[in-house]
């Protein structure tokens, strides 16, 4: 148990569907990542939330929509994704903030399939 | 865009053996990190290099750093069916966000 949790761990979603996905975490920490990971491609940086606030947008089209209530939760948004979004999700923390980002802790990952 | 780049793509070893991956960034780093992803899963930080620091250890990992090549290398001794998993470095840039590698595929055979 990474302290990181991820829901749900697998999705499959047709194009005109709207999804979330959940990550929370129980570390305290004050830094909240999306990555995307694709196969054979590195891991790609979405979103970044440092206490609370969004401090990274990664060129992500806006059909990913993110959003951090408090400082413990971070949703990913989907609507009208394409086949090409299918991939693996994960949500990651640090106690850092992002000018000092120190270690991150991972959840398992969302396996996301687009049809 | 991509900072750290790790070689070899894919390795395969006996289980007893040793195993280096290198990776090799572009720019100034604050840090450096490498990770490992076993197959379908979140990723695990193994360990942490700053940048005025040129070797560190912990258990049978030994990473190096060298700021003037802009390389680094993880080095696993005595591996382990279970040491199996994709190794990632990542590294963190002044007041940047930590970016990935494409990482090394290990496979030990038992």
């Known amino acids: 148990e990474t302290g990181v949790t991820q829901t749900p761990r697998h999705l499959v979603m047709g194009m005109t569907n709207k999804k979330s996905l959940k990550c929370e975490q129980h570390?305290?920490?004050?830094?909240m990542y999306w990555y995307k990971q694709s196969a054979k491609k590195p891991l790609e940086l979405m979103f970044v939330?440092?206490?609370?606030?969004?401090?990274e947008n990664n060129s992500v089209p806006s059909r990913f929509s993110p959003e951090c209530p408090n400082s413990s939760h971070l949703f990913l948004h989907l609507h009208t994704l394409q086949p090409e979004d299918s991939a693996l999700y994960l949500c990651?923390?640090?106690?850092?903030?992002?000018?000092?980002?120190?270690?991150?802790?991972f959840g398992e990952g969302s396996r996301l399939t687009v049809l | 865009s991509q900072q750290g780049e790790e070689d070899p793509q894919a390795l395969s070893i006996q289980e007893g053996e040793n195993a280096t991956m290198n990776c090799s960034y572009k720019?100034?780093?604050?840090?450096l990190q490498w990770y490992r992803q076993n197959s379908g899963r979140g990723l695990v930080h193994l360990i942490l290099?700053?940048?005025?620091?040129r070797e560190k250890h912990s258990g049978r990992l030994r990473v190096t750093l060298d700021t003037s090549k802009k390389s680094s290398s993880l080095l696993i001794t005595a591996s382990r069916a279970a040491d199996t998993a994709s190794y990632f470095c990542?590294?963190?840039?002044?007041?940047?966000?930590?970016?990935f590698g494409a990482g090394t595929i290990l496979r030990v055979k038992s």
């Open positions: 990651a923390s640090s106690p850092g903030t992002v000018a000092n980002t120190g270690e991150l802790f």
């Open positions: 290099i700053r940048s005025n620091e």
């Open positions: 990542a590294t963190d840039s002044y007041g940047n966000k930590l970016v």
């Open positions: 939330y440092s206490l609370e606030e969004r401090v």
């Open positions: 570390l305290g920490h004050n830094a």
């Open positions: 720019t100034s780093i604050n840090n």
